[in-house]
């Protein structure tokens, strides 16, 4: 399943990157695309799990930039 979130207060491109970065690394995602200049975050992963992998996109997000809001 492919979705796209739109996200708020994303501070800069390089912190894109790393979560982009720890976005993939998670198990059951395909693929992730963050944008910095368009403030948005595109997942795709598995259909049956998808729910709980957001869980963990937001974790980690979070990890990087504190204040940064995926919205679902």
Do not use: N, Y
């Given at each position: 399943?492919?979705?796209?979130?739109?996200?708020?207060?994303?501070?800069?491109?390089n912190c894109a990157?790393?979560?982009?970065?720890?976005?993939?690394?998670?198990?059951?995602v395909n693929d992730?695309?963050?944008?910095?200049?368009?403030?948005?975050?595109?997942?795709?992963?598995?259909?049956?799990?998808?729910?709980?992998?957001?869980?963990?996109?937001?974790?980690?997000?979070?990890?990087?930039?504190?204040?940064?809001?995926?919205?679902?």
């Open positions: 399943m492919k979705k796209k979130f739109k996200m708020q207060d994303l501070d800069c491109a990157m790393k979560m982009e970065t720890a976005i993939r690394k998670i198990d059951g992730a695309t963050v944008s910095f200049m368009t403030q948005k975050l595109t997942i795709d992963a598995d259909d049956e799990k998808f729910e709980s992998i957001m869980d963990q996109v937001v974790r980690e997000c979070r990890k990087v930039e504190p204040d940064c809001t995926i919205l679902r």
